[in-house]
């Protein structure tokens, strides 16, 4: 089967950036696809896989329309005030927004069958679920809806692999969070130089859900993520922690998006990574407090250090906003490295490569510790020293 991804995606919700181009990203792939994907899952009580059934059709009754970062554009729309009224047209306007689905239509024109991870009412789920998608032979694509039950908690870590060829691995994922749940969700990329990849990603919290994000873009030639989310119920939180490492002549275009729709609601966008070589990134960061979102605070903050004159780097940090009652900050700190304390690093017998790669580790480590598992550490620890025992 066929799969064909050809457009644009990771949209910048306004205009501003429009003459510098970086209003989005164009995409162009084309695999073939083996449904039969490579995928190590391991479950935990509590939580279950569905694909097909009354739950599962209820399921994705309900969370199908969540919109995510690579595809929807953004609705500059009123969140509502303290009337029902209002709030139910919010909730309409969510549902509603324009989007491209060009991901979405691409996977379903492929055959892809959608998936539903789903946790029991009330249950908080002790160990991590943990999945790991492989690229091989095969090239792999998954469509996922995570539904996070009223009251229960989960943790799942994702892991992306692949091997030294020419491939493809992609992944589009809806998560709803209901009314007092949370989602821990940790994704780790460990992909090859040689292999194409997107993950596009899209989070709906209810009224007290809580989410956070956890993700390392360490490998791949062309790298696309998005992720959107939408606060939509009241006090919901949001929390990301983003590390990457851009080597070679590969490419990473990062797409965030955190709309503020919920009264009294909180979201917080770390990101922080090494630039290597010939390598390119793009890192679009944006929140949108919407009108009647009183109370609501948001933060995003992003920092890269650049470890060669060759490279192309691009970070458009956004703030956009439609109610007086808010707090917001948001910032990008990109430098080389400091040549005083190279040469004071060098100075102590540690060589030039040994000090990038100290520097480095500092980057990414700051996002690994917060993974919380040490199998999934190890693995990410391990990739990253590699890089630079392959480096000539």
């Given amino acids: 089967m066929k799969f064909e991804l050809k457009g644009a995606v990771n949209y910048l919700p306004a205009i501003t950036y429009g003459k510098m181009k970086n209003s989005y990203a164009d995409i162009d792939f084309n695999y073939e696809i083996n449904k039969n994907n490579d995928i190590d899952l391991r479950l935990q009580d509590g939580v279950d896989i569905l694909e097909s059934g009354a739950l599962f059709e209820e399921i994705v009754a309900k969370a199908d329309f969540v919109k995510t970062g690579m595809e929807a554009l953004n609705l500059d729309s009123k969140a509502g005030g303290d009337s029902l009224e209002d709030e139910n047209r919010r909730d309409r306007e969510v549902k509603d927004a324009p989007s491209t689905d060009i991901v979405r239509n691409a996977i379903k024109a492929a055959g892809i069958p959608l998936k539903v991870i789903t946790t029991k009412k009330g249950v908080k789920v002790d160990k991590p679920v943990k999945i790991t998608y492989r690229a091989g032979e095969e090239n792999s694509l998954n469509s996922h809806i995570i539904y996070v039950s009223e009251g229960s908690e989960l943790t799942l870590i994702e892991v992306f692999e692949s091997e030294n060829k020419e491939n493809l691995l992609g992944l589009q994922t809806r998560v709803y969070v209901c009314e007092n749940a949370s989602i821990k969700l940790v994704r780790v990329n460990l992909l090859s130089e040689s292999t194409d990849h997107f993950d596009d990603l899209g989070f709906h919290l209810e009224n007290d859900a809580k989410a956070e994000l956890v993700q390392l873009e360490l490998g791949g030639k062309r790298s696309y993520v998005g992720v959107r989310t939408e606060l939509v119920g009241r006090k919901s939180e949001y929390r990301s922690a983003t590390g990457y490492l851009c080597k070679g002549d590969s490419l990473l275009d990062m797409n965030f998006v955190t709309n503020e729709w919920g009264k009294k609601v909180s979201s917080n966008m770390d990101a922080s990574g090494v630039l290597l070589d010939n390598s390119t990134k793009v890192y679009r960061g944006t929140i949108d407090f919407k009108e009647g979102a009183k ?98």
């Fill in 295 to 392: 109370g609501a605070s948001g933060f995003e903050k992003e920092d890269t250090l650049l470890f060669s004159p060759s490279i192309i780097n691009k970070s458009v940090p956004l703030i956009l906003c439609h109610e007086e009652d808010v707090e917001g900050d948001h910032g990008a700190t990109i430098g080389r490295i400091d040549e005083k304390l190279l040469f004071y690093i060098k100075s102590r017998g540690i060589d030039e490569k040994a000090a990038k790669q100290l520097m480095t580790e500092a980057y990414i480590n700051a996002v690994t510790e917060q993974i919380g598992d040490d199998e999934t550490e190890g693995k990410v620890i391990k990739y990253v020293s590699e890089v630079f025992n392959d480096e000539q």
